[in-house]
């Protein structure tokens, strides 16, 4: 395979490298789809939010509730959605790429999911980029792995 300049551990000066470099040049990750920030973190949505995904699911509101509201959560106002064994319960894994996920809401999801960003310093992010492409990243927001690894996450975020 051939390796894209800047990617390969070796050869770390090259044009493309600083987009992934540092934090005093803020990386812009795009978003991998790796659905691991919807398995780790539990979204907490308004009365109006879940109205509105009802409505997209075609249910009423309280069979809404009845199926996706976190049983345990305290608060009256608000909803908690639920999570199964794999996260949220809106979460589908890609039948044809198991490195992808999609949220089976996309287009009623809740605003807290549509104002969170993928962030090469995220916790999660690092983990999909850990688990899918085999890609490390360091305290100062360096991505390391194989040349290997690298090329092909280059490649997926270049024609992505
Ligand atoms: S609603 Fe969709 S985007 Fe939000 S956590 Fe669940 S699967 Fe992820
Ligand atoms: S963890 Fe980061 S890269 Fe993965 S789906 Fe969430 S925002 Fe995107």
């Known amino acids: 395979m051939v390796v894209p300049p800047g990617w390969c551990r070796e050869r770390p000066t090259d044009e493309f ?7 005093e040049q803020p990386v812009e990750l795009p978003c991998i789809r790796c659905g ?11 009365r109006a939010e879940a109205e509105r995904i009802a409505k997209y699911l075609g249910i009423d509101y309280w069979n809404w509730v009845g199926r996706y509201h976190e049983p345990r959560w305290p608060d009256p106002a608000s909803h908690l959605i639920k ?11 890609d039948q044809t790429d198991a490195r992808f996920s999609l949220c089976g809401i996309y287009d009623a999801r809740p605003d807290s999911c549509r104002n969170w960003n993928a962030g090469i310093l995220k916790p999660a992010c690092q983990e999909g980029l850990r688990r899918y492409w ?10 390391t792995g194989s040349c290997e690894s690298l090329a092909r996450l280059e490649l997926f975020m270049r024609h992505d």
């Open 17 to 23: 490298l600083p987009r992934f470099a540092t934090v």
């Open 36 to 46: 691991i920030c919807c398995s780790v973190y539990q979204v907490r949505i308004s």
């Open 83 to 93: 999570h199964d064994a794999r996260g949220c319960v809106f979460l589908r894994r």
């Open 134 to 143: 085999q890609v490390d990243v360091t305290c100062d927001g360096r991505m």
